[in-house]
């Protein structure tokens, strides 16, 4: 007696494929990580994200209408700050002619309509790599989040339409909001990274930055004390949570693939969209199997970008955009 239901009846030829297809991604769903320098005509390649570059103000401009015509209409920006200008407080972070400053100004001539959202925190402009303040051997929280506010305000300023807040402070959701409010800076949106691990898949961006933390005081050389434990679920509701009634537009699980339980369970209790960010190790670690001929690039780049998806990823921060864009027109 065969089965009354055979499955593979919606699996006969590509055109039921397609019909029945539950996740389909498109340039729509991405954010473009962008990496940024001081110089000019400088494109960098980044030694542990191959085909991935810093940019120059004047090539950033070349790439981001690149990326507009094909079809990738929003960027999160980063900028690598020249080591004679860290601090322990970040005091560069808020200079209004500052790298990132010039970096939103640029991509806004650039190109006008393309969505600007910008990292918030501090390790790529303090001394010591990490994304606070240090007091008293420790990472300070509120003196950080005063920082954290200050620098959204001089995004905006500068034209970003979103911060996006990395650093997972408490409470920093609720003061940038207000200090957005209170600034008339009601339309620049908050995306916060709400569920952010202390994940060792951050190391090739560190290097893109120069940003990974070094030794000081009795301080670990990690970000354990601020980012959360990879051994928590119901963590990540509750930081999920609390970001949202703080006023988070958007919320963010970070990594990707290791954490496609995180993201099924942040989407099912969100309302509010959620993105996740396929991290710089995720990135190299693809590239590096493929340069050794063990994995199809390609084949695992859209497997990967469409698991996420599926997870429940509304938006998907990916070094891989480009190429996906490409690939998928
Ligand atoms: C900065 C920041 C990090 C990433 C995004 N924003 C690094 C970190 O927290 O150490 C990681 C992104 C990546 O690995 O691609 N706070």
């Given at each position: ?19 029945v297809c539950e996740t389909i991604v498109t340039p729509d769903d ?171 898949f951050y190391g090739p961006f560190r ?123």
């Amino acid at each position: 007696m065969y089965p009354l239901r055979r499955n593979r009846r919606l699996r006969t030829s590509q055109a039921i494929r397609s019909l029945v297809c539950e996740t389909i991604v498109t340039p729509d769903d991405f954010l473009v990580p962008l990496f940024v320098v001081e110089g000019k005509g400088v494109k960098e390649e980044i030694a542990s994200m191959p085909n991935y570059y810093r940019y120059s103000l004047d090539l950033l401009e070349k790439e981001v209408k690149e990326l507009w015509k094909l079809g990738l209409k929003s960027v999160l920006l980063f900028v690598k700050v020249p080591d004679n200008l860290k601090d322990n407080k970040g005091t560069e972070a808020v200079n209004p002619n500052g790298l990132m400053q010039r970096a939103i100004k640029t991509v806004k001539n650039a190109v006008p309509q393309m969505l600007v959202m910008t990292d918030v925190a501090l390790d790529p402009y303090s001394v010591y790599g990490h994304d606070g303040i240090i007091e008293n051997g420790q990472i300070a929280n509120d003196a950080t989040v005063d920082a954290l506010c200050q620098m959204s305000l001089s995004h905006a300023q500068a034209g970003a339409d979103f911060v996006a807040p990395s650093d997972m402070m408490d409470g920093r959701i609720l003061n940038i909001r207000e200090t957005m409010e209170n600034n008339d800076f009601q339309n620049v949106g908050i995306m916060s990274y709400s569920a952010k691990y202390a994940s060792s898949f951050y190391g090739p961006f560190r290097d893109a930055l120069d940003s990974a933390p070094v030794d000081v005081q009795d301080i670990p050389k990690d970000k354990k004390t601020y980012q959360m434990d990879y051994h928590n679920r119901l963590e990540a509701l509750r930081e999920t949570r609390m970001d949202i009634e703080e006023g988070a537009d958007i919320v963010m699980v970070k990594p990707g693939l290791c954490y496609l339980d995180i993201v099924r369970e942040v989407k099912n209790m969100s309302e509010v969209p959620v993105a996740v960010y396929q991290v710089s190790g995720e990135y190299a670690m693809l590239k590096a199997a493929a340069e050794k001929g063990w994995l199809n690039h390609d084949a695992v780049m859209l497997e990967q970008v469409t698991a996420i998806k599926r997870a429940g990823a509304d938006i998907i921060a990916s070094y891989f955009a480009k190429d996906v864009a490409k690939l998928i027109g």
